[in-house]
């Protein structure tokens, strides 16, 4: 089921992020916000990309998605992560990246963005100052993937619980952050279980600090079948980052 807007009483934009908009419905109650970033940090992202290297090292092909994936900033982020630091990046692609609001999969295939501050900072730290191999720029602020990093990422719209659906059973790495809040109690459960279904022991699903500091998701996935995985390879970053990558109990 994809976004219905005939709920959607408005719209708005908040201040502080190109695509950081916030949508209610007719009783002012917040449907979701699609607020994002390129390299969002509650990954660490040199560290995760390695790890699936190693995590994945006898997989031919890992089937890749980013479910609630906003304006694409987060899919493109992980394509150049990727990239970066893998020799072998091309069997993580293409990148399945859907959202139930067909407003932001619009933003995101158009692919414009205006960075802020953190942003620009984070680019250069993971592009290793090495902007223009990945992005057109237009002036100081906007930045437009290159055609080499969207030919990697496939948008859809779609809903969480139906593109599961989608997903084969196999060497799954299921990118699922940020927005488990915004579910129903009763369509989170289902998601944990289509999830099962889906991941063997090798799938990796990743979860966002809003996921645990709105909801204690990672609390439901301890009772519900999945075990944390460490990913980082020092003890850095904030605890949060810790508790962001899971995989089923073998
Ligand atoms: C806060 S953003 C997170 C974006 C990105 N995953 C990240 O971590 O930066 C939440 C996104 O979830 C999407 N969303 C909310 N409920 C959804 C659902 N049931 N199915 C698909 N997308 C959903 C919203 O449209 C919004 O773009």
Not at 1 to 28: G, H, W
Not at 36 to 48: G, P, Q
Not at 49 to 56: I, W
Request: proline share 3%.
């Amino acid at each position: 089921m994809n976004l219905n807007l005939s709920t959607i009483k408005y719209a708005q934009k908040l201040p502080f992020c190109a695509n950081d908009r916030e949508v209610l419905d007719s009783d002012n109650k917040v449907v979701h916000r699609n607020s994002t970033k390129f390299f969002r940090d509650d990954i660490i992202w040199d560290d995760f990309t390695l790890f699936l290297d190693e995590n994945f090292k006898d997989s031919k092909k890992v089937n890749s998605y980013c479910i609630a994936c906003s304006d694409g900033s987060e899919p493109y982020s992980l394509a150049i992560a990727l990239k970066t630091n893998l020799k072998n990046a091309d069997k993580f692609f293409p990148i399945n990246a859907s959202d139930y609001d067909e407003y932001i999969v619009n933003e995101a295939k158009n692919g414009v963005y205006t960075t802020t501050y953190d942003e620009k900072n984070a680019i250069r730290r993971f592009t290793r100052d090495n902007k223009h191999k990945y992005f057109d720029c237009d002036g100081p602020d906007i930045i437009k993937p290159k055609d080499s990093i969207k030919k990697e990422v496939n948008f859809t719209i779609n809903d969480a619980l139906s593109e599961i659906d989608n997903i084969p059973y196999g060497d799954n790495l299921i990118m699922c952050r940020n927005f488990w809040p915004y579910l129903s109690s009763d369509d989170k459960n289902k998601l944990i279980e289509k999830l099962k279904e889906k991941m063997n022991h090798n799938s990796l699903l990743v979860i966002g600090s809003f996921d645990q500091g709105g909801i204690m998701l990672d609390r439901l996935l301890d009772v519900s079948g999945f075990e944390n995985v460490e990913y980082t390879r020092n003890d850095r970053g904030s605890e949060m980052v810790h508790y962001n990558v899971w995989k089923k109990h073998s």
